[in-house]
């Protein structure tokens, strides 16, 4: 089959495309042919091997986090899907591959596909939409009637996390450009920063919650907006201990990850809320939960340039500049 590899870690390589074997599907595997693909930062991140103290893979490897497709074959203990069924995913670590023409997925990571959009769309959803949901669900517990600062509200993560807050019942700030101010407040915002004019810190005070996504400066004056007891999820850094644990991270990992986050953490102990660091995990369960949520047009998909395999480095050069309103998509069969 057709895949595009990663031969070696590098910022100025190019993903290959080459004739690599089918995948083995395992007793728990269900295999689907791949109509579509989410291009995602976090591609462009891990071949540039800025992730490869945490999430080291052996070269070469099929880069791709999302999917949605078609199931073709099923494993012999496979119980929750059939051939034929359309699903979407992000495939757990170390099992990623999905700019490629077929993936083999464990099916605890795997949802049906939401009925009421199309491939394309679905291929956006899964590591956003699991990312927002771990960080607003899971981590923060966001309560109808919370304040959530949401950074970036027109990237991936921003568009799906403005309208998962909005469902939770939470006031919802954001920061965006001039021109994405009207989107992101057609996803539901309620208070809409322009960050090139505009600083956040002197106009958000006594937040809940803030899902953090940009750099070390910007993560440090989110702190200063929370509450007492408040809570920052970042999901761009810096790594803590507790990532360390939930990974089973070596000793000398978990030494690093503790020096990384020291400073940070040192902070929000002074000013009383409290920090945590979000790796997000696949979850077919959750997905389960989100196809539910778009089904019923509580949360609609934002796709901003669907490109042909063929152009899959395009698209993920794309990506990396930070330009895309909502998500980039690939479009494999």
Request: proline share 3%; hydrophobic share 40%.
């Amino acid at each position: 089959m057709k895949a595009f590899i990663a031969n070696r870690y590098g910022k100025k390589e190019k993903l290959q495309l080459t004739e690599i074997e089918e995948p083995v599907v395992k007793e728990m595997d269900v295999l689907v042919q791949i109509h579509s693909a989410g291009v995602n930062l976090l591609d462009v991140k891990v071949k540039n091997g800025e992730f490869k103290l945490i999430l080291s893979y052996k070269t070469p490897f099929t880069l791709g986090h999302d999917v949605a497709g078609v199931v073709t074959k099923v494993g012999s203990k496979v119980s929750r899907f059939k051939v034929g069924d359309e699903v979407y995913a992000r495939p757990a670590d170390y099992s990623i591959g999905t700019f490629a023409e077929w993936i083999a997925i464990n099916e605890k990571d795997v949802a049906r596909k939401p009925q009421n959009i199309s491939m394309e769309e679905a291929a956006s959803i899964p590591l956003v939409g699991l990312t927002a949901w771990q960080a607003l669900v899971e981590k923060a517990n966001l309560q109808k009637g919370q304040k959530v600062f949401i950074q970036a509200g027109s990237g991936g993560v921003g568009t799906f996390a403005i309208q998962l807050a909005k469902h939770l019942g939470a006031t919802v700030a954001t920061t965006t450009s001039t021109a994405n101010i009207d989107m992101v407040k057609s996803l539901g915002a309620d208070i809409v920063i322009d960050y090139k004019n505009e600083d956040f810190e002197t106009i958000l005070k006594n937040y809940d919650v803030v899902l953090n996504s940009q750099d070390t400066k910007t993560l440090e004056k989110s702190l200063r907006i929370l509450k007492p007891n408040g809570k920052i999820i970042s999901i761009s850094g810096p790594p803590d201990p507790y990532f360390g644990q939930e990974i089973n991270a070596n000793w000398f990992l978990k030494i690093v990850l503790k020096v990384l986050s020291a400073n940070i953490r040192k902070k929000a102990k002074r000013l009383g809320v409290n920090f945590s660091f979000l790796f997000m995990r696949a979850q077919g369960e959750q997905l389960s939960q989100i196809t539910k949520l778009i089904e019923s047009n509580f949360i609609k998909p934002v796709v901003d340039k669907v490109f042909p395999f063929e152009q899959t480095n395009e698209a993920m050069s794309y990506v990396e500049t930070g330009r895309a309103k909502g998500k980039v998509v690939v479009s494999v069969k």
